[in-house]
């Protein structure tokens, strides 16, 4: 069974900084895509980086610069380092596994949230 399973959200300040853990198991870890996404209330989910199968990195423009995506492949776990949060960061992070890039039409398997909350 696949699972995703992300920790590490909370409530934090603006400028603040915070960091997303995603524990993966169920499949081979190294031949999916893994990304993050956001969903802001009434929003659909959004891409926030991800890393594709072959190593390549990808962030949304609202992100990069401010947050890195990493993954320790011996340990089945990616992460979201956060930097300089800002109020428009606010909603529930998901870790998902997929074929790749920012769509979601990319993933199937998704983890079940982790709420971020950055205060003004």
Not at 22 to 33: I, L, N
Not at 72 to 78: G, L
Not at 102 to 113: K, P, T, V
């Amino acid at each position: 069974e696949v699972q995703l399973v992300e920790s590490g959200g909370g409530l934090v300040q603006a400028g603040g900084s915070l960091t997303l853990s995603c524990v993966a198991s169920g499949f081979t870890f190294d031949e999916y895509a893994i990304a993050w996404f956001v969903q802001a209330p009434g929003e659909g989910p959004l891409g926030v980086a991800c890393i594709n199968s072959d190593g390549k990195i990808y962030y949304s423009t609202t992100v990069e610069g401010r947050f890195t995506i990493s993954k320790d492949s011996a340990k089945n776990m990616v992460y979201l380092q956060m930097n300089n949060l800002a109020p428009e960061d606010t909603g529930v992070y998901y870790c998902a596994a997929g074929t790749g890039y920012l769509h979601r039409g990319e993933y199937d398997h998704w983890g079940q949230g982790t709420q971020v909350t950055v205060s003004s």
